[in-house]
């Protein structure tokens, strides 16, 4: 089979161009797979992400609901507070008022004297 050189050398670069276009759809399939895991990475990146949403979401509903529970509790009860502090008398007091103490002694002595 006696090829002129001309036809050698075609075959040669038409195989040349084949092996490059093997390489290029090698390397665009690599990429591919480099693509796939990224994707992959990142879902599972969105997917703790969420979590972290979802959880810090949580924390501050329960913290809402406490503070409200607290101020509802508050307002229910507040009347009743109010009454018991304005109706409290302290037993222990005794006044020491030299003063008074003078003005009472001063009132209490003509009354017995007449």
Excluded: C, H, Q
Aim: hydrophobic share 25%; proline share 2%; aromatic share 8%.
């Amino acid at each position: 089979m006696g090829l002129y050189k001309e036809e050698k050398e075609e075959e040669r670069r038409g195989e040349e161009r084949r092996g490059k276009e093997r390489r290029g759809e090698e390397r665009r399939r690599k990429e591919r797979r480099g693509e796939e895991r990224r994707r992959k990475e990142r879902r599972g990146e969105e997917r703790r992400g969420r979590k972290k949403r979802r959880r810090r979401t949580l924390f501050w509903l329960l913290i809402i609901a406490f503070v409200s529970l607290v101020f509802s509790a508050l307002t229910g009860n507040i009347s009743v507070i109010i009454e018991k502090f304005y109706n409290n008398k302290d037993e222990s007091y005794r006044p020491m008022d030299t003063d008074r103490m003078k003005y009472e002694s001063e009132k209490a002595k003509p009354v017995g004297k007449k």
